[in-house]
């Protein structure tokens, strides 16, 4: 996959719309679930997920390889949320949002235990354990993500830091 997204992120960079619109059809969904897991919001979810294509759009020359494709875009994503939080002025609980917009609140049976679990972190371990498990990054790709300092010198643990 990783290859092919490269493929993509690189034809962007030469201006490729098409690339675009490729890349955007096999991200969107998964950056979609991620910004609407965070801001239960699904009208600022699909906001910030046009957000993040269109700094993949404009900043797609900047991709230096160190990380893959992925890691990268939901860095990009998770940037994108925290602008969007920092940008709303009285925050209203996930479900009433979700509800008023008329989607599902409950979650389904066989997830409930997940959910319930999940809004009771708080907003830091929510923000790693719903990219962590969810979509499967390795710690090395959620220290990136979440710019944190990752390996033998923090011993094993997360630390904020630049790279």
């Known amino acids: 996959m990783d290859s092919e997204d490269r493929s993509l992120l690189d034809r962007i960079a030469g201006g490729g ?20 897991a965070r801001l239960g919001d699904p009208y600022g979810a699909e906001d910030v997920v046009q ?9 797609a020359r900047s991709f ?6 992925t890691t990268w875009l939901f860095g990009i ?5 925290g602008d969007h939080l920092r940008g709303r002025e009285t925050p209203t609980a996930p479900e009433s949002r979700m509800a008023e917009a008329g989607w599902q609140t409950r979650p389904e049976p066989a997830s409930m235990d997940f959910w319930t ?3 009771a972190l708080k ?13 499967g ?3 090395e790709e959620m220290a990136a993500i979440l710019g944190c300092l ?14």
């Open 150 to 163: 990752w390996g033998p010198s923090s011993q094993g643990r997360i630390m904020r830091g630049d790279f």
């Open 137 to 139: 990054f390795s710690r």
């Open 51 to 59: 957000e993040t294509m269109l700094a993949v759009w404009q900043g």
């Open 77 to 81: 994503c998770r940037n994108k949320v």
């Open 64 to 69: 230096k390889g160190a990380s893959r494709v």
């Open 17 to 36: 719309r098409e690339a675009l619109r490729r890349f955007y059809e096999r991200h969107a969904p998964g950056l979609f679930r991620f910004a609407l």
């Open 117 to 119: 679990a999940f809004r």
């Open 123 to 135: 907003e830091d371990h929510q923000e790693v354990i719903l990219p962590a498990f969810h979509y």
